[in-house]
């Protein structure tokens, strides 16, 4: 069966550090990888996807950023952090064929507060 | 890219059915329509998928008429521990855009 990790669990940052979350996926090859954020009472905010190593698709322009340096790895970075970077990250996975069944199975988040 | 439109909250008693309906009109004809739950501070769980008319599970329906250009979730007989975020989407392409989610609250 497929299962899907994210580390840490939490963390507090200064404003101003750098950022590094890993997701990894096992059970399951060249999946579709999703970053989300999820802010305070909020809705799923989509970040990055990535259909295939090295490949990363930017849904919002800031200073995050995403690799995908495995087939099963994804992360995501930035150089410095904001305030408004707070929040619950969420990785995501989906198998990689198109059409049909569509069905994304998430992490169990970051929490992450910069401070 | 996909949108979808639901109520923002909803609240409802312990033992009752609740329908919360989502609303997509620009699904596209490959799409499927899916469900999602969660808890604080947890990522979200798949509830239900379909594509028309209606499919059930051990947890929940899923209601879909003919156009496809809305959907209601089913769930029967609800207790304290359903209160969560409940999402519906339907893809496009690689992406997911998630609505802002129904908050149901269940009360005692």
């Known amino acids: 069966s497929q299962t899907i990790h994210q580390w840490p669990a939490t963390l507090v940052q200064p404003v101003g550090s750098p950022l590094s979350l890993e997701c990894t996926v096992e059970?399951?090859?060249?999946?579709?990888l999703y970053w989300y954020r999820q802010a305070a009472g909020r809705g799923l905010q989509l970040l990055f996807y990535s259909v295939g190593i090295g490949q990363i698709s930017s849904e919002v322009p800031q200073n995050l950023s995403a690799s995908r340096p495995q087939d099963r790895q994804f992360i995501l970075s930035s150089k410095k952090l904001l305030l408004s970077d707070s929040g619950f990250y969420l990785c995501a996975w989906r198998g990689g064929s198109r059409g049909g069944l569509d069905t994304q199975y998430f992490g169990p988040g970051t929490r992450l507060t910069v401070l | 890219l996909a949108k979808t439109t639901q109520p923002i909250s909803m609240d409802s008693y312990e033992g009752q059915e609740v329908n919360i309906t989502c609303s997509h009109n620009?699904?596209?004809?490959?799409?499927?329509i899916t469900w999602y739950q969660q808890f604080p501070s947890q990522g979200p769980r798949f509830i239900i998928q379909g594509y028309k008319t209606k499919v059930t599970n051990e947890v929940a329906s899923l209601f879909i008429p003919a156009d496809r250009k809305s959907s209601t979730l089913s769930l029967p007989r609800v207790s304290l521990s359903d209160t969560a975020v409940y999402y519906c989407?339907?893809?496009?392409?690689?992406?997911?855009?998630f609505g802002t989610g129904t908050r149901l609250k269940v009360l005692a």
């Open positions: 620009n699904i596209a004809t490959n799409d499927y």
């Open positions: 059970g399951t090859s060249n999946p579709n």
């Open positions: 989407y339907h893809s496009g392409t690689y992406k997911y855009i």
